[in-house]
């Protein structure tokens, strides 16, 4: 442990150590089911939609099913709705789905079509899960938290924070007033032009499929997180120590 690090440690009152070891619990449980299944796919989106006629469920159903036809697990946030379309999709095909769910004041609970299920208490933590997870990124139409989860994703993608992996809208008539918005912070030069490259709308969940059964099944032990972060952390270790030499 390098000197300055002892002198924060010393700083920390018992209350600040008692929330790192909280969000810890956190992301040591979560890694313990990421690490149990190859990189799926994981797919965001409302748990608002209770139509089960409604085109997005059915959308999420189908994709569902494909997805676990074609060996790959099914990630998402646990819920209802979209999160429920879709987990009961592969579920019934016999596929794996996986369930990181969190605790809320209203409408989040686990639907009955997980595999693997774990309720976070820190939003973060869950969604470093989610996207551990993952070798491909889904999002449904949704609300706040569906588009904090995709500026997450474009953001840590352009910033060189995560691999760049494929990432699909579903919807295009749902998604065409993101698209104009986000291109027209490009053209302002709020957002990087990269941005526009990272993602693709469209209405046929098969291109995801497509998608997923390209990348492959990546072994349980070869997460493609694990060397990107381990490269950049070393990196940052090797800076901090030239420094104070």
């Known amino acids: ?65 494909l997805l676990a036809q074609n060996g790959h697990a099914v990630v998402t946030g646990g819920g209802p709705s979209v999160m429920e379309a879709v987990s009961k999709g592969a579920y019934e095909i016999g596929g794996r789905t996986i369930g990181f769910n969190i605790t809320l004041e209203h409408e989040q609970f686990p639907n009955p079509y997980l595999t693997d299920c774990l309720t976070f208490e820190y939003f973060f933590a869950r969604k470093v899960m989610l996207a551990m997870a993952s070798k491909v990124f889904v999002f449904f139409p949704g609300g706040y938290g569906t ?64 998608a997923a059964n390209k990348i492959g099944h990546p072994k349980v032990s070869e997460n493609y997180y694990d060397g990107f972060h381990e490269a950049s952390t070393v990196t940052r270790l090797n800076n901090r120590e030239a420094k104070t030499a």
Do not use: C
């Not at 190859?38 to 409604?54: K, L, M, Y």
């Not at 995709?150 to 910033?159: C, G, N, Q, R, Y």
């Not at 995560?162 to 993101?178: D, E, R, T």
């Not at 053209?187 to 993602?199: N, Q, R, V």
């Open 1 to 65: 442990m390098l000197p300055e690090d002892q002198e924060i440690l010393k700083k920390l009152s018992i209350a600040d150590i008692e929330r790192a070891q909280a969000y810890a619990k956190d992301l040591i449980q979560g890694l313990q089911i990421v690490r149990t299944f190859p990189q799926g796919v994981t797919v965001f989106g409302t748990a608002r939609i209770h139509n089960q006629n409604d085109k997005y469920i059915k959308a999420a159903y189908k994709l569902g099913g």
């Open 147 to 210: 588009l904090d989860e995709l500026s997450d994703i474009l953001e840590l993608m352009v910033e060189k924070k995560m691999p760049v992996m494929p990432v699909f809208l579903i919807g295009k008539s749902y998604w065409k007033n993101y698209l104009k918005l986000i291109t027209k912070s490009v053209e302002l030069k709020y957002a990087d032009a990269k941005t526009l490259k990272y993602f693709k709308i469209t209405d046929d969940v098969t291109e995801v499929v497509k």
